[in-house]
């Protein structure tokens, strides 16, 4: 069946996790497209330009399919980066056809912070993921240094700079971070991935049985 299904929310939060799992249950192609707010981050970067001050459009309009599967995409200055050039227009402009040309054939999962109000708002389902800012930056500080790693200072300095993050993503003018209105709120406090893939499959079943 070809499904478009977008899966939003805030940072850490398990939509690329979800997403992933979501594709390979359903054999659909996944995209996830803050790699390619990231790789626009670090495109500049490597250029030699500021992402929270220059223009970052003809860096997105010359974006190559091997930037998105660069290793070195999560580190904290792209993370900033990226968030600073997801305010810009022109750039969210270019990454928009982009986005929208992956998923017209086959249907996709795509994860992200506007999809399902932006990118495709006639998705065939929605999923807004979620959880605390403590949670998420304890999954994301356990993701970067394994699963029983744990150190409070770093913690505390995590949850700061992902709620800074998820504000800027919220507050900015274009295509901010919202729940679609017809969106499914999955909140995943106490949920581990496996719980939060079942739930969704689940959910697809359920409106679209095969
Ligand atoms: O894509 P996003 O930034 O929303 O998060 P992610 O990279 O998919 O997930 C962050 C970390 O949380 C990964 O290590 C996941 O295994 C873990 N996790 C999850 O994805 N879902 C849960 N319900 C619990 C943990
Ligand atoms: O994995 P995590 O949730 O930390 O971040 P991400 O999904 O890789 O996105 C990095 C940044 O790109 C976000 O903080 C947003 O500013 C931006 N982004 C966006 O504006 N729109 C999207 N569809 C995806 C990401």
Redesign the pocket.
């Known amino acids: 069946m070809r499904l478009i299904i977008a899966v ?6 398990g ?2 996790t979800l997403a992933k799992s979501l594709a390979a249950s359903l054999r659909l192609p996944h995209l ?7 790789a626009v981050a670090r495109q500049m970067i490597l250029a030699g330009l500021d992402p929270s001050v220059d223009d970052g459009e003809r860096t997105a309009q010359a974006l190559q399919p091997a930037d998105l599967l660069r290793d070195d ?2 580190v904290p200055d792209i ?1 900033r980066g ?6 810009q227009p022109p750039v ?1 402009a270019a990454l928009l056809k982009r ?1 929208r040309e992956f998923a017209t054939e086959s249907g996709a999962v795509i ?5 399902g109000t932006v ?1 495709f708002p006639d998705a065939d389902l929605k999923f807004f993921v979620t959880a605390s800012a403590g949670v998420r930056a304890l999954r ?1 500080y356990q993701q970067l240094h394994g699963a029983s790693a744990r150190d409070e200072a770093a913690l505390s300095a995590l949850t700061a700079e ?1 709620e800074a ?2 504000r ?2 919220a507050e ?1 003018p274009v ?1 901010p ?1 919202r729940q679609a209105d017809d969106a499914v709120l999955v909140e995943t406090d106490s949920m581990d991935a496996g719980a939060v893939l079942a739930h969704a499959l689940a959910i697809v079943r359920e409106r679209f049985p095969l």
Do not use: E, M
């Open positions: 939003d929310g805030p940072a850490a939060a939509k690329g996830d497209t803050g790699l390619l707010y990231r995409l999560r993370d990226a968030s600073s050039v997801a305010t969210r986005q994860d992200g912070r506007d999809i990118v994301r992902i993050r998820d800027k993503d900015r295509s971070l």
